[in-house]
């Protein structure tokens, strides 16, 4: 299996941290982003989005991380992904954090500070500043997000939560955030990314 | 079943459209988002996130447009979701653009505009323009989005496409979209919402 990947990405990150948590091997093309490497007519055929990651998975061609993470789990790794409706449902909720508050708030929020995109600072600080406030809620009587196990909503909210940081949005008001981060951390077969400090640093 | 819902929202009415189409009955409730009724404690209570639609399905309470729709599909509309993998990454992906381009582009241009909001008319309007530009491409050889028939996905996606223009997004160079939306708008049970016109008068 292939992987377009970027080191500095955090969305190509969840699927580097869901191989292996998971046990699946992955073969690393990498995109250099600031290069345009995204923008090649090349890339474009097999992402019109021109973002990375893109899964190639035999004849199947995946761009969007969220929907490499539901492939990934139906496909090799089950008990990542609940086939029950409340369980999917509850999964989706946090996709939907995930795309919303953490991605346009949180990661917003590092791209302008660490790659001088040029979006409004202080409202992508509020923005995922909104989305920790409704984690930390919902993790004060929670160990995961979606269900009482790990699951894909919990890989595909971690990386920008756990970066926030680099964007100048603290984790410290969040106690049950930083639980929840060393928890992920805590999995058998994690691995980092440059930028991620250990739960045990975040004060 | 009860929907929490606001006549001008697109996420409202994803679902309101999604059970016209189904024969789902939904009791409304209507919140006054210009009046605050979605900061009352009450209505936090149901949904910490302050945001419309949520669903109320006997026990159950669902925030989240994608995963009101998954839920309703599930349960109700089986047909609207595939259950294969395949089948269902490609959902997954064309809600990812519906959160994404569309929501960030289409619906904040629009938000801009007829709601007064601080986000950034031009960078708005060129994300939702990638957006357009995309599925165009897609829709080339397709008549659907995710599979050879409608899925959650033509739906999500649908609302904010289709009001484009009221955030100066023109559809006229997307005639696979205008297509597309003709589509929609020809389905049994199609429902209107206020900004959205025939496709057929969309130039």
Redesign the interface.
Known sequence: MKLYDATVSGNAYKIRLFAALTGIELDLVSIDLAAGDNRTDDFLAVN??AQIPVLVDGD?V???S??IL??LA??RAADWLPED??G???V??W???A???I??GLARARAVLVFDR???LA?SQTLGR?GL??MD??LADRAWLATDRPTIADIACYPYVALAPMGEVSLADYPNVVRWIGAVQALPGYIDMPGIRPASEIA
């Open positions: 019109p989005r199947t995946i761009w969007d969220q929907a539901v492939h139906r496909t409706t409340d999917l449902v509850r989706m909720q996709l939907a954090v795309e919303n508050e991605l346009y040029p979006w409004d409202q909104a406030a409704v809620g919902h």
